[in-house]
């Protein structure tokens, strides 16, 4: 993927890093070009790696999203091999024997702070690559997107963890693969391929958007382990699923809403096979 990456581009995706002599940023060029081609291959692929190099005009907000996030990943991958210093804007390269590296717990909290926001470009690349036709028909799509709830950012706006932290999102992705298993086997495999489908290539039908966010609070209660409004979102998902079928013809079809209306066998004197309990 041919993408140039400025002094300026990472000084304004690291602040930190910001120096009037370009240390940093000559160090690291090497690191962000690597971080571009990891991109490519596990996030963008071809259509989204296109769509970035030709997208100045058409999808500049993608650009400066791609931009940041290699820059970041770059700095927080090669930072600690660095002789830092602590300056007044930010951190600068030990260039004489006098000046001391910043201390360990600096550049521990330096870390904490851009792996945070890796995650946080990661979702936001995530959501612009959804309106770049055909990224999601690519393998990427099911490496980086497995279900509904994809992003750190939902961790605040579902699950109730202010200001969440990539530990919050590692702790609690077995629970969003427990959730979306639940509702996969209650609304079926088929439906919830098609939500997916939707959700990745921000062509969301009227009726299902609603859903999809009803699922997204869903995942979100689980995690948050809110009983009460886990049932309670449920029993509004069902509602409106069947309220009216001819609405959600997947659902209507599979495996999902057979199960939901399993006719259990009832145990007739007329029947053949009736069976006497004494």
């Given at each position: 993927m041919n993408l140039t990456i400025t002094k300026d581009d990472f000084e304004k995706a690291v602040p930190s890093a910001r120096e009037p002599s370009g240390s940093i940023f000559a160090v690291m060029e090497d690191a962000i070009q690597s971080e571009l081609s990891y991109l490519e291959s596990q996030v963008l692929g071809d259509i989204g790696a296109q769509a970035v190099e030709n997208g100045a005009l058409a999808y500049p907000a993608l650009v400066q999203t791609v931009k940041r996030l290699a820059c970041v990943r770059a700095f927080?991958?090669?930072m600690r091999s660095l002789d830092l210093v602590l300056t007044n804007t930010g951190f600068g390269v030990v260039s004489t024997n006098d000046t001391a590296p910043a201390s360990k717990q600096r550049v521990d909290a330096l870390d904490g702070q851009l792996r945070r926001q890796e995650r946080l470009l990661l979702g936001t690349l995530l959501d612009r690559l959804f309106h770049v036709p055909g990224w999601n028909t690519q393998p990427q799509r099911t490496w980086a997107v497995q279900t509904l709830f994809f992003c750190l950012q939902q961790l605040e706006q579902w699950a109730g963890i202010n200001h969440p932290k990539p530990e919050d999102w590692d702790q609690n992705f077995p629970m969003v693969?427990?959730?979306?298993?639940?509702?996969?086997?209650?609304?079926g495999n088929a439906y919830m391929d098609e939500l997916l489908e939707q959700l990745t290539s921000h062509t969301l039908t009227t009726e299902n958007a609603p859903i999809v966010m009803l699922c997204q609070q869903y995942i979100g209660a689980c995690i948050a382990q809110d009983t009460r409004l886990k049932e309670e979102t449920y029993m509004r998902l069902q509602n409106r699923l069947e309220a009216d079928l001819s609405l959600y013809p997947t659902y209507a079809d599979g495996e999902g809403y057979r199960l939901n209306h399993f006719e259990h066998y009832e145990n007739h004197a007329e029947d053949s096979a009736f069976h006497f309990v004494g």
């Open positions: 927080m991958g090669e693969l427990s959730a979306d298993a639940f509702l996969r086997k209650h609304m």
